[in-house]
C-alpha cells in the first residue's frame, strides 16, 4: 500500500517547464528528459549577491540524520515565504540505493522528485562518468601492452577502475591474468563511481574548458624513472569530454511542493568534497537569492571540506551553516544502552559541542536544529534545549518529514538572519603539506599527535614539491569526528595515523587516509535490493 507522501506526487508533478519559470529560465535553456526532468544547458556567469547556506550535521548513525530531507523542506519553507530560493544537491548513488540506506531523495512530505528517476539512471550522468573513467584504465593497459611507449611503472598506477554499485571483491584484484593477449599482469581495484577521481574532477570543474584543463592534470602513475605521468599523455581528452559534454549540465526537478531543485554530481565524503557540483552551486547562485546545499556526513567531513576546498578552490562564501542534530544519533554517541534517556542526550551532546566547538572556531554564523521524529519526547527535548544554552543558541525544531516546508517555517525565518563576511581558514595555501594536515588534526579534529606510516611518508615527500599548494581532503570514518570509529562522542588528546595519500591534482585537492577507508563498499546480509520491485509500473521501496 503506498504511504500518503507517495500519493501525494503521482500523477500531481509539475511539467518541468513550469518549474523552470519560477526561476526564469527559458525553454531554450533546458534539455528536455521527459516531462519531469531536464538538464540546464547555460553557462554560469558572475553570481549575484545572492546568500548561500551549507546543511551539515553532527557525527551520524549508519542512517544518517536527515540532512538531506532538512535541506529540502528548508527550500520548501523559504518558498513559502516568497523567497527565491533554489537548492542544490548530490545524485544518490546506487551503491546506497541497493545497499543499507536505500534511497536519496529525502523522506516523508521533504523529498525531490521523481523519485524513482532520480535514485536511479536518472539523466545517465553517473553511467557517463563510470564509461569515462574505464575508458582511461583501458588506455592505461593498452599503453602497457603496446610497448609502453609512456614508461609507466605497472606497480605504480594509481588511477583505478569503478563501478556505481557496492561490490565488495573488486575492492583488491589482479588483471590480465592468462594468455599474453589478456594483457600485462598486475594489481588493480575499483572504486565506486561516487568515489571515483572523474566524479571528483568534473564536480570541481565550473564548464566544459575547466574540465578539458582539470582532465590533463589527472595523475595516471609514475614512470620507471619515478617521474609523475599525467593523464594528458594519454592523447584521449578528446574522447573523455565527448562522454561527459551532457554529464556537466545540472539537472533540474522539483520537490513535492513543485519548487525547483538542482541536483548533480555526488562524490563521496570520505574521499572528496562530498557535495554537488560547483556548476550546479554557481548556476543556481546566478538564478536564485539564496541557496541552500548540502554536504555528506557530518560537519568534520563534507560540512568542513566544503567551507575550506570548494569555497578556497572557487571563491565561494558561505552566508551561514544550518546544523542538524537528532535525538536519535545523540543517544547512540552516549554509546551506554543502560543509562536513563535524559542521561544519554546529557553525554551524547558532547558530540555536539564538538562541532559547535569548530564553528565558534571557523566563525561561521549557524543555527541548529533538531530534525524531528515522532516519537521525540518533549522532556528530552527540553534538556537538549537547556545544554544549548552555554552556546547562546537557541534549538529550532523542524518537521519536515511530517509537514514538509510548513515545518521548516522556523527555521527559514532563522535561516534568513544568517550573513557571514568571511570563514577563518584553518591554514594558508603555502604551508606545507604536513603542516596542513596537522592544522586540520588539532584544530578540527582534536588530536594532539599525528604518526605517519612509512607509505604516507614517502608519498608525502614525492608530493610536496609540485603539490603542497592544493587543500588537504581528509578521508576518515563518518562515525567519529577521529579517526577510530569507536571513539565516540568528543574524543581528545588522542594520535591519528596517516596511513597513505592520494593526489586528485585534477579536482584539486590531497587526500589524506586516516584509517581503514573502504572506497568500494559492501552489501550488508540483508540489503535495500532485497525489497525493491515494481507493481503497475510503480517501482516500490526505494526510499
Known sequence: MLKDYEIAYQNKMENIKEIAKKINLKEEELELYGNYKAKINIEPKSEKNSKLVLVTSMNPTPYGEGKTTVAIGLHDALRKKGINSLLTL???????????????????????????????????????????????????????????SLNLDPDKIYFTRTMDMNDRVLRNIVIGVGAKTNGIERKEKFTITAASEIMSTLCMSENIEDLRKNLDKIIIGKNVNNEFVYLKELGITGSLLALLKDAIKPNLVQTLEKNPVLIHGGPFANIAPGVNSIVATKTALNLADIVVTEAGFGLDLGGFKFLDIVSRNHNLTVSGIVFVVTLKAIKHHAAKEELEEIEKIKIGFENIRAHLDNLEMLKVPYVV?????????????????????????????????R???EGALDLAKEVLKLENNKMEYLYKSNNSIKEKI??????????????????????????????????ICIAKTQYSISDDPKKLGYPKNYSITVKDIRIYNGAGFITIYLGNILTMPGLSKTPSALNIDIEHGVIKNIF
Open 90 to 148: 548530490r545524485e544518490p548513488s546506487l551503491g546506497p540505493v541497493f545497499g543499507i540506506k536505500g534511497g536519496a531523495a529525502g523522506g516523508g512530505y521533504a523529498q525531490v522528485v521523481p523519485m524513482e528517476d532520480i535514485n536511479l539512471h536518472f539523466t545517465g550522468d553517473f553511467h557517463a562518468i563510470t564509461t569515462a573513467n574505464n575508458l582511461i584504465s583501458a588506455m592505461i593497459d593498452n599503453s602497457l601492452y603496446q610497448e609502453n
Open 438 to 471: 596537522e592544522m586540520i588534526a588539532k584544530k578540527l579534529l582534536h588530536a594532539n599527535n599525528v604518526i605517519y606510516e612509512t607509505l604516507a611518508e614517502e608519498k608525502i615527500a614525492s608530493a610536496e614539491k609540485y603539490f603542497s599548494h592544493l587543500p
Open 369 to 401: 536544529t533538531l530534525n524531528k521524529y515522532a516519537t521525540d519526547k518533549e522532556s528530552e527535548i527540553n534538556i537538549l534545549r537547556d545544554l544549548l544554552k552555554e552556546y547562546q543558541k537557541e534549538l529550532i525544531l523542524n518537521d519536515v518529514f
Open 403 to 405: 509537514m514538509g516546508g
